[in-house]
């Protein structure tokens, strides 16, 4: 599967004409056959949000699990907080990214459980919503193995969404199974995938030409928030002077 908006599309369609209903993390039980789309949200809201664009024309819904801690982007800020609502007002569910990195050493399983539910505490806060899902960023051996149960929380690495779905994912840019072969079988009846929108663009992009790509647009908008903040920006360093 190429990694392009055209190519993710024809997933959709797919997975649908397959007969898989799209659920989330809260309704599933309902119906003998679906999909749970959730999107880990690691670098870019700007990406995500044209990825939710393209689900939402699709009639489709997903989960997006947010960072908080993370120095990618900020979702406390004007721009971030907009770009998560714009997310939740097409249709899609904003979950938590937690990265237990952030907290240093090992958690303990009830320090985890807490610091969890602090940050969804502060997501919900910034959004105006609940937020009652997480998925984990870097998780350790141990967190992948742990089957943590956070009280008003949804724990997407649950054994649940593992044992009982069948799970695929896109990380590092790579399937590790045929996506489109098993849902075109049509083996399994849950599906839990796992796809990132930093890898999709119109054209298929390597993953060395989306990590360029990536951090060389970094110039242009660290300019852009300068002058936003900065009189006269433009008298100094010109954006075409880049
Ligand atoms: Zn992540």
């Not at 801690?69 to 907080?81: C, I, K, L, M, V």
């Not at 956070?150 to 990380?171: A, M, Q």
């Amino acid at each position: 599967m190429e990694f392009t908006y055209a190519s993710y599309r024809a997933l959709l369609a797919l997975l649908r004409e397959r007969g898989y209903s799209f659920r989330d993390y809260h309704h599933y039980g309902d119906v003998s056959r679906c999909v749970i789309l959730r999107h880990d949200v690691d670098f870019s809201l700007e990406r995500a949000v044209r990825l939710a664009e393209l689900e939402a024309e699709m009639g489709v819904g997903a989960t997006y699990f947010a960072l908080l801690r993370t120095d990618f982007y900020n979702p406390a800020s004007q721009r971030g907080a907009a770009a998560l609502r714009r997310i939740q007002s097409l249709g899609h569910e904003i979950g938590l990214h937690f990265d237990e990195k952030a907290y240093g050493p090992e958690l303990s399983p009830e320090e985890l459980a807490q610091a969890v539910r602090k940050e969804c505490g502060m997501l919900s806060a910034l959004l105006g919503t609940p937020v009652s899902a997480v998925s984990m960023h870097r998780p350790s051996k141990a967190a992948l193995e742990a089957d943590y149960h956070i009280p008003g929380v949804v724990n997407s690495y649950g054994k649940t969404f593992f044992r009982e779905f069948k799970y695929l994912s896109d990380s590092r840019r790579r399937w590790r199974e045929p996506v489109l072969d098993i849902v075109r079988s049509g083996a399994y009846d849950r599906l839990h995938i796992l796809t990132h929108a930093f890898w999709y663009h119109e054209a298929e992009r390597s993953l060395g030409e989306t990590v360029r790509g990536f951090t060389s647009s970094a110039n242009r908008e660290r300019w852009k928030q300068l002058e936003e903040n900065f009189t006269d920006l433009g008298s100094i360093l010109r954006e075409e002077d880049l």
